[in-house]
């Protein structure tokens, strides 16, 4: 897409992270926002910091069709149209793939997935019948490419998501759609991606297995030495200028993505620590 100014922008997981340095941004090029999350006090935060954009908020548990069914209703009727869908609500829990019980891999599953899916299924087809340019963001995470130790059951959702953003990409290409993808794959990041719990719906709460504890440390290590959310939105906003599909937010990614495609082909596991 080359001209975002006057264009309507959806950004789901817009109360903090990725998901408000994304709205900012978006707001920055003259887009109208329609912004969702499920923290009231940090979508009204994001909506102050946008300035002088139009912004719409609705509070959305990416995880409920029903939801995201009437967040994409209020978009195209009080707003009238979509260009840019960033499916960036997401969520994350460490340990051990065998300690993780069927309510993580639900919840996972649900904000990390079916929120992409839901989002999919809500608003491609509108957006495929208005004949404008539009693009969908997909925030992933190099999870979505790395299965690291501690991480499994994100990295499952991860590399689904990953999966979804490919399909959805090449079923538009076939189609002949104006609609482009983004598969966006940032890596340690300054957000509060770690602290997750704070939006672990009640009756899901629980008491850390220790190899979840350490996992947890290590991903708060991982981000204290992150880049800011607003180098992420910079790369995502140039992807859609540009019309590409993956994004890595670091040049190393590449590179590892590389020896692990060398070492899979030999028949051996990458391993990482």
């Given at each position: ?8 922008a ?18 920055a ?24 954009a ?52 639900d ?26 340019e ?15 130790p501690?991480s ?45 719990d ?6 899901l ?11 947890r440390?290590?991903?708060d290590?991982?981000?204290a ?9 910079d ?16 040049p ?22």
């Open positions: 897409m080359r001209e975002l100014a006057g264009k309507v959806v950004v789901t997981g817009a109360g903090s992270g990725i998901g408000r340095a994304l709205a900012l941004r978006l707001a090029e003259g887009m109208t926002l329609m912004l969702a999350d499920v923290d009231h006090r940090g979508l009204a935060d994001t909506a102050a910091l946008a300035g002088d139009k912004v719409l908020t609705q509070i959305t548990d990416v995880s409920a069709a029903t939801e995201v069914a009437h967040l994409a209703n209020r978009c195209f009727g009080e707003l009238g149209a979509v260009h840019v869908l960033c499916n960036n609500a997401g969520v994350y829990q460490g340990g051990h793939i065998w300690t993780r019980g069927q309510e993580d891999f919840w996972l599953l649900g904000v990390n997935l079916r929120g992409v899916l839901h989002a999919i299924h809500e608003f491609v087809p509108r957006m495929i019948e208005q004949d404008t539009g693009h969908i963001v997909n925030t992933v995470s190099v999870a979505g490419l790395f299965a690291v501690g499994g059951a994100y990295a499952v959702t991860k590399h689904a998501a990953l999966a979804a953003s490919q399909a959805l990409a090449q079923d538009l290409a076939a189609a002949g759609s104006k609609l482009r993808v983004t598969a966006l794959c940032p890596g340690a990041v300054r957000t509060r991606i770690g602290e997750s704070r939006v672990r719906p009640p009756g709460a629980h008491t850390p297995t220790q190899d979840e504890v350490d996992a440390a290590a991903i290590r991982a981000v030495g992150g880049i800011e959310p607003s180098e992420v939105a790369l995502a906003v140039a992807a859609i200028h540009e019309e590409r599909f993956l994004v890595l937010t670091d190393k990614y590449a590179e590892r993505l590389r020896r692990q495609t060398e070492t899979l082909l030999t028949g051996s596991l990458p391993l990482y620590q």
